[in-house]
């Protein structure tokens, strides 16, 4: 998917700015891509027996700068209300280990092809802020990307993307209630089990 790929682009994107800014959101997704950044760049990471090594230590980062609960519960809208407290335990554990999965191999493949990004602004009204960017690939194509977070403690966590006008919280959503008018809860939940690897899809299903 062409919009997922960019988005994720983005997300990385963010560690190869051209201009340093000091405003407290940006620094911390700028932190949490540089170190993403130099992890996929790391020479002693890139050997097949630390693989899992490297992905967990990605997988890490992702968990600190963004809010799975709120990406999930979001992305169910709706439907989100109709599930038992065990069923949303379960779907925001399965549901953020998809991401986390697809993110870390899209990150892996197209690392290479961020050339630079621009800042346009930042936006901060209570604990909600919204950084706008600009992003070039390699291949001279732009991209604007908005990034939407919520301050949590110290920490702000991003709650959605939108890359061209495109969010990909709402994009799921629209995927989520497609399925659902069709088929069933459980067979939603099948299908996000299948298409994660199987140890990580066993640890999604019995989350601590």
């Not at 190869?16 to 992890?39: F, G, K």
């Not at 109709?82 to 280990?97: A, I, P």
């Not at 291949?139 to 939108?162: A, F, M, N, T």
Request: with cysteine; aromatic share 6%.
């Amino acid at each position: 998917m062409k919009t997922l790929r960019c988005i994720l682009l983005a997300l990385v994107a963010v560690g190869v700015s051209l201009r340093a800014c000091a405003d407290e959101p940006t620094a911390q997704i700028r932190a949490t891509t540089d170190t993403i950044l130099a992890l996929l760049a790391d020479p002693a990471l890139k050997t097949e027996a630390r693989n899992s090594e490297r992905r967990q230590l990605i997988r890490k980062e992702l968990d600190r700068r963004i809010d799975w609960a709120t990406v999930a519960r979001s992305s169910l809208g709706r439907h989100w209300a109709k599930l038992t407290r065990v069923e949303q335990t379960e779907f925001v554990s399965l549901f953020g280990r998809l991401l986390e999965e697809t993110f870390i191999d899209k990150f892996e493949t197209h690392h290479g092809e961020l050339d630079k990004v621009e800042y346009l602004g930042e936006k901060i009204i209570d604990e909600y802020a919204s950084v706008k960017a600009q992003i070039s690939t390699k291949d001279q194509i732009v991209h604007p990307v908005e990034y939407r977070l919520q301050k949590s403690g110290k920490d702000w966590r991003i709650y959605d993307i939108l890359l061209e006008g495109v969010s990909l919280v709402k994009n799921y959503r629209d995927q989520f209630d497609e399925i659902l008018a069709k088929s069933s809860y459980e067979k939603l939940v099948a299908d996000l089990r299948a298409k994660i690897p199987q140890a990580v899809a066993v640890a999604a299903s019995n989350p601590s």
